[in-house]
């Protein structure tokens, strides 16, 4: 494993360490969300570290200063030493977050996170209707979802739920909204698709048109009057219709470490793709050496690795140039500004996007539903694109 053997941020002072851990505990999920940011290729990634590897992992974190834990995947709940987890995430003073599609979670499971110690239960739908809720993810998983939200309640956790809005589902915001409230949740994050991984494949059917965006905020700011402090609404406008990038996990190697299945540590979780970047495993090297030393967490930390516009841009402190992976699919160099700056030369790729999306009928690329025999056919011809590329083919 190449290690740079770097112990600064880039320009000169050694980092922070992460606050924020986000452990990916399998790629196995029941859904085939048409959205999901895991990698298209996960069925050729690793087997999952064990739960030795995993309370390791915790540990390490937590010495590191990381206070934010999140169990994410795949489906975290398809894991069941994730009680185990759990305790060890208490003992060691972690606010623990499950993020879960609700399937596997049960009376006999909830009452075990509870006494394990869980913080945070975010639960996520697709629709407020079961048509679409159980399109998008390809399951019949409406109904269990609703018996998951009461549940949730019954426990005396706060209820969070999570919808990613996209072209098909946003028009029924009013609906969604009135479906959490119905459920008594106290906070609803109306999280914009982002378009890595299936979401990004899937872009040209998912991308709204400005007009249900602008709809979609009115709605969303008149329920928020109604409903006051009873209900909190986190909507986020995506970034493929602002101007300037967003400030991507806070800058990289800044605040976030994720730990995928396999046990590879990245500064965030679309940060495999990128080309010709090791990340090392926390299999054979520890949280510490990957957070300050490695390759992967130092090369676009600080800003001595930018290049024009952002290099002498005044933003560039606020904004880091934006997200390393979206420059990358979008310009193929993740060192070029994220191109949803519109200083940035390829800022016509993201407008060229966003007027396609208003070209009702333009798209009729089918949907690609995230799952295995996808994911391997996906897989498969990027290693058919690499052999041919180093043939010279
Ligand atoms: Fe990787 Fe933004 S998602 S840097």
New binding site residues.
């Given amino acids: 494993m190449s290690m740079a053997g770097s112990t600064t941020n880039g320009n000169g002072a050694r980092p922070a360490g992460p606050l924020w851990l986000l452990a990916e505990l399998t790629y196995r999920c029941p859904l085939h969300c048409v959205f999901c ?1 895991n990698p298209l290729d996960y069925t050729a990634h690793g087997a999952e570290i064990s739960t030795d590897d995993w309370l390791r992992v915790l540990r390490e974190g937590r010495a590191l200063g990381a206070i934010q834990l999140g169990f994410s995947g795949g489906e975290p709940l398809l894991r069941d030493d994730l009680e185990i987890l759990v305790a060890e995430a208490r003992a060691l003073g972690f606010y623990s977050n499950l993020i879960t599609s609700g399937v596997g979670l049960n009376e006999t499971r909830i009452r075990a996170f509870k006494e394990a110690g869980l913080d945070h239960i975010q639960l996520s739908f697709q629709d407020s209707t079961r048509e679409l809720n159980d399109f998008l993810s390809s399951t019949r998983t409406f109904e269990l979802k609703l018996k998951v939200a009461r549940l949730i309640k019954e426990h005396d956790y706060p209820m969070v739920l999570n919808v990613v809005l996209h072209r098909l589902n946003i028009d029924h915001i009013e609906e969604i909204l009135e479906m959490a409230e119905r459920l008594g949740a106290e906070y609803v994050e109306l999280a914009n698709t ?1 378009y ?1 991984g299936w979401g990004f494949l899937n872009r040209d059917r998912l991308l709204p048109t400005r007009e249900q965006l602008l709809r979609a905020d009115e709605v969303t700011r008149r329920f928020r009057e109604r409903i006051g402090d009873r209900m909190r609404i986190f909507f986020v406008v995506p970034d493929y219709f602002e101007d300037r990038p ?1 400030a ?2 806070s800058g ?1 190697g800044s605040v976030f470490l994720t730990v995928t299945p396999d046990g590879t540590a ?6 495999r793709m ?1 080309p010709g970047l090791a990340f090392p495993s926390v299999r054979d090297t520890s949280l510490e050496a990957i957070w300050y030393e490695s390759e992967g967490f130092n090369r ?1 930390r600080g800003d001595a690795w930018m290049k024009e516009p952002c290099r002498t841009c005044p933003e560039k402190a606020k904004d880091f140039g ?6 990358f699919l979008l310009t193929g160099d ?1 060192a070029n500004a ?1 191109p949803v700056c519109d200083l940035s030369p390829q800022h016509h790729v993201v407008t060229d996007a966003v007027a396609r999306a208003r070209v009702t009928g333009a798209v009729t690329a089918p949907i690609i539903f995230r799952d295995d025999r996808n994911s391997r056919a996906l897989a498969e011809k990027k290693a058919q694109a690499a052999s041919t590329e180093s043939s010279g083919v």
Wanted: aromatic share 18%.
């Fill in positions: 940011y982002q890595y967003k991507c996990m990289w990245l500064p965030c979780h679309a940060a990128l676009y934006g997200c390393r992976c979206q420059a993740p994220d």
